[in-house]
């Protein structure tokens, strides 16, 4: 996969938690209470493209974030 891909979806998933006002570690704990075993370090590592993003991991976050897939892609 490309390692460009992975920095812009990450920096994008960084911008749209900033707007919702979330910090990472507020991120991961809504995420885990939903279910997804991810760690604040794990989500780091995701918003600045060193970690891939797992599908389920997508749906959680448009789910906990309330926002839309597209919001993943601008």
Same mark, same amino acid.
């Given at each position: #996969?490309?390692?460009?891909?992975?920095?812009?979806?990450?920096?994008?998933? !960084?911008? #749209?938690? !900033?707007? @919702?006002?979330?910090?990472?570690?507020?991120? /991961?704990?809504?995420l885990q209470?939903?279910?997804?075993?991810?760690?604040?370090? /794990? &989500? /780091?590592?995701?918003?600045?493209?060193? !970690?891939?993003?797992?599908?389920?991991?997508?749906?959680?976050?448009?789910? @906990? #974030?309330? &926002?839309?897939?597209?919001?993943?892609?601008?």
């Open positions: #996969m490309d390692k460009n891909y992975d920095e812009l979806f990450g920096q994008n998933i !960084r911008r #749209m938690r !900033r707007a @919702v006002g979330m910090t990472q570690e507020q991120l /991961a704990v809504k209470l939903a279910g997804c075993d991810i760690t604040r370090s /794990a &989500l /780091a590592k995701i918003e600045v493209g060193q !970690r891939h993003i797992y599908p389920d991991e997508i749906k959680l976050l448009k789910t @906990v #974030m309330k &926002l839309d897939y597209d919001d993943f892609f601008i």
